[in-house]
């Protein structure tokens, strides 16, 4: 970057972080996609001039509400909710909710402003919101769950709608979740339409929405790994969590004929020498999502299996790297482990998993690099194809779907390629995934004027 520019991007910077005190996730979400897009806008003055890049980073609206429920003992509990309308330029606001501890506002703008970005690049219209509250799922009960959800609804219902802002999960919200979420909305407003996505199938909900953000990811590092004559067969993967997304990036692995070798959770990884295999996997899906176990209940089970009690997963060598737990869960010093390993290539998995540092040690190194933008797209595409089917009272068959995520990846890899693409042959997805995302977004608001 030439200096007038990089002064440019300080001044910006400056300018945001004065008007998001105390929000480091959302100035580190900014500063990625700034760093890429303020050389584009001043290559394309329209934007500029319109303050487009200044505009994104305010969110349309932000929705911060009391949630109120009983625990079993019948103790009163208070959290805090959120709904964060980013943008919706292209289509009605879309994105997850996540129920963590961790949950803060920064938390929540830096996934909304993020997910801008990515709808964009999934070429469906969607706009970019995300949501959620400081709730931990971790030990309630069933109907704890139930009366959260309840009461969190209770609320949300008034801020959303199937044409306004259609929420899904995220990180501890899935398919219990969203039913007890959806049944209540259902019962406030006397409406079934697609309110949310990531329904159950008898009740409107879309084939493949599970799997998609985790088959996309594997996707979209086949698509890279095709680009260098490579492909994912005889590989050895490193995947951590082993959640919704990264049981299913395990199983699509699998599927490729690679061995995945790890999984987490936030207490440690597991380390399986032998390989977890497409049993082992439906054995830590019935684990996580029916008995709602630790993953260190692994190595109890498969011999051979070692357990690493409060690590992370990136010192076992291997060639591919699939983070898809939480944001920063690979630092520098993670970033030059498995480089240091070989690793060949990454695919986010997880929302802004890698931090800033160690995104450019893995540029600054040459692999393929796939940021979460464009690397786990496939989930909320399969969402946008959950709005169509309920908007048309039809469903698409596994089949079908399945080839329409993988026709959505390659679109997403190809414009990714093509804005990413240097003179040195040498493609930086990180910036093709932010230049590309923008675009679009750009040029509707240009559209629409000073709005
Ligand atoms: N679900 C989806 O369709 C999409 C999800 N994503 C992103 O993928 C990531 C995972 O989401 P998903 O699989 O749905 O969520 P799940 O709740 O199904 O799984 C989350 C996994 O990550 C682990 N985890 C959560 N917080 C931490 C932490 N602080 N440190 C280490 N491990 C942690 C959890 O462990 P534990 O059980 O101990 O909490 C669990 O194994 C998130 O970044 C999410 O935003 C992105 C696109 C779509
Ligand atoms: O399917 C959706 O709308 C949610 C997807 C999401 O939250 C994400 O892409 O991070």
Same mark, same amino acid.
């Given at each position: 970057?030439?200096?007038?520019? *990089?002064?440019?991007?300080?001044?910006?910077?400056?300018?945001?972080?004065?008007?998001?005190?105390?929000?480091?996730?959302?100035?580190?979400?900014?500063?990625?996609?700034?760093?890429?897009?303020?050389?584009?806008?001043?290559?394309?003055?329209?934007?500029?001039?319109?303050?487009?890049?200044?505009?994104?980073?305010?969110?349309?609206?932000?929705?911060? +509400?009391?949630?109120?429920?009983?625990?079993?003992?019948?103790?009163?509990?208070?959290?805090?909710?959120?709904?964060?309308?980013? /943008?919706?330029?292209?289509?009605?606001?879309?994105?997850?909710?996540? +129920?963590?501890? !961790?949950?803060?506002?920064?938390?929540?703008? $830096?996934?909304?402003?993020?997910?801008?970005?990515?709808?964009?690049?999934?070429?469906?219209?969607?706009?970019?919101?995300?949501?959620?509250?400081? +709730?931990?799922?971790?030990?309630?009960?069933?109907?704890?769950?139930?009366?959260?959800?309840?009461? $969190?609804?209770?609320?949300?219902?008034?801020?959303?709608?199937?044409?306004?802002?259609?929420?899904?999960?995220?990180?501890?919200?899935?398919?219990?979740?969203?039913?007890?979420? +959806?049944?209540?909305?259902?019962? #406030?407003?006397? /409406?079934?339409?697609?309110?949310?996505?990531?329904?159950?199938?008898?009740?409107?909900? *879309?084939?493949?929405?599970?799997?998609?953000?985790?088959?996309? %990811?594997?996707? $979209?590092?086949?698509?890279?790994?095709?680009?260098?004559?490579?492909?994912?067969?005889?590989?050895? %993967?490193?995947? !951590?969590?082993?959640?919704? @997304?990264?049981?299913?990036?395990?199983?699509?692995?699998?599927?490729?004929?690679?061995? @995945?070798?790890?999984?987490?959770?936030?207490?440690?990884?597991?380390?399986?020498?032998?390989? #977890?295999?497409?049993?082992?996997?439906?054995?830590?899906?019935?684990?996580?999502?029916?008995?709602?176990?630790? #993953?260190?209940?692994?190595?109890?089970?498969?011999?051979?299996?070692?357990?690493?009690?409060?690590?992370?997963?990136?010192?076992?060598?291997?060639?591919?790297?699939?983070?898809?737990?939480?944001?920063?869960? #690979?630092?520098?010093?993670?970033?030059?482990?498995?480089?240091?390993?070989?690793?060949?290539?990454?695919?986010?998995?997880? /929302?802004?998993?890698? *931090?800033?540092?160690?995104?450019?040690?893995?540029?600054?190194?040459?692999?393929?690099?796939?940021?979460?933008?464009?690397?786990?797209?496939?989930?909320? %595409?399969?969402?946008?194809?959950?709005?169509?089917?309920?908007?048309?009272?039809?469903?698409?068959?596994?089949?079908?779907?399945?080839?329409?995520?993988?026709?959505?990846?390659?679109?997403?890899?190809?414009?990714?390629?093509?804005?990413?693409?240097?003179?040195?042959?040498?493609?930086?997805?990180?910036?093709?995934? /932010?230049?590309?995302?923008?675009?679009?977004?750009?040029?509707?608001?240009?559209?629409?004027?000073?709005?």
């Amino acid at each position: 970057m030439a200096a007038d520019q *990089s002064t440019e991007l300080e001044g910006f910077m400056e300018r945001v972080k004065a008007r998001n005190p105390g929000e480091p996730e959302f100035l580190q979400a900014v500063q990625e996609v700034a760093a890429d897009i303020m050389p584009f806008v001043e290559a394309n003055p329209k934007y500029r001039d319109a303050k487009i890049l200044e505009r994104l980073t305010e969110p349309d609206r932000i929705v911060s +509400f009391r949630v109120c429920w009983q625990d079993d003992k019948g103790d009163v509990q208070v959290n805090r909710g959120f709904r964060i309308q980013a /943008n919706n330029a292209i289509g009605p606001y879309k994105g997850g909710l996540r +129920f963590h501890p !961790s949950v803060t506002q920064s938390v929540l703008k $830096f996934l909304a402003f993020e997910q801008i970005f990515k709808n964009s690049l999934t070429g469906l219209p969607m706009g970019g919101g995300k949501g959620g509250a400081d +709730f931990d799922p971790k030990g309630k009960s069933a109907a704890e769950v139930m009366r959260f959800c309840q009461s $969190f609804m209770t609320e949300l219902y008034r801020h959303v709608g199937h044409d306004t802002d259609v929420p899904a999960g995220d990180i501890g919200v899935g398919g219990r979740e969203i039913g007890y979420m +959806f049944g209540q909305y259902k019962r #406030i407003t006397n /409406n079934f339409t697609g309110v949310l996505t990531g329904k159950g199938l008898e009740y409107g909900g *879309s084939e493949m929405r599970p799997e998609a953000t985790g088959y996309g %990811a594997v996707y $979209f590092m086949e698509d890279m790994l095709h680009t260098k004559g490579e492909q994912i067969e005889g590989k050895t %993967a490193v995947i !951590s969590g082993s959640g919704n @997304v990264a049981t299913h990036a395990a199983e699509k692995v699998n599927h490729r004929g690679g061995k @995945v070798l790890t999984l987490s959770d936030s207490a440690g990884f597991i380390y399986d020498p032998d390989g #977890i295999d497409l049993e082992k996997i439906e054995w830590v899906k019935e684990l996580k999502n029916v008995r709602r176990g630790r #993953i260190s209940e692994y190595a109890e089970h498969f011999p051979g299996a070692e357990y690493h009690q409060g690590k992370r997963p990136w010192g076992v060598a291997a060639d591919l790297a699939l983070p898809c737990a939480t944001q920063n869960e #690979i630092d520098l010093e993670d970033a030059k482990t498995l480089l240091a390993n070989g690793c060949k290539a990454v695919a986010e998995g997880a /929302n802004m998993p890698t *931090s800033l540092d160690g995104v450019h040690a893995f540029l600054e190194a040459g692999v393929l690099f796939g940021p979460a933008k464009a690397a786990n797209a496939g989930g909320v %595409a399969m969402s946008g194809l959950e709005m169509s089917q309920n908007s048309a009272r039809r469903a698409l068959s596994s089949e079908e779907l399945r080839d329409l995520l993988r026709s959505i990846m390659d679109g997403i890899h190809k414009r990714c390629y093509e804005a990413g693409l240097q003179g040195d042959g040498f493609c930086n997805y990180v910036k093709g995934a /932010n230049i590309a995302g923008f675009k679009k977004v750009g040029d509707a608001m240009l559209a629409f004027g000073v709005v």
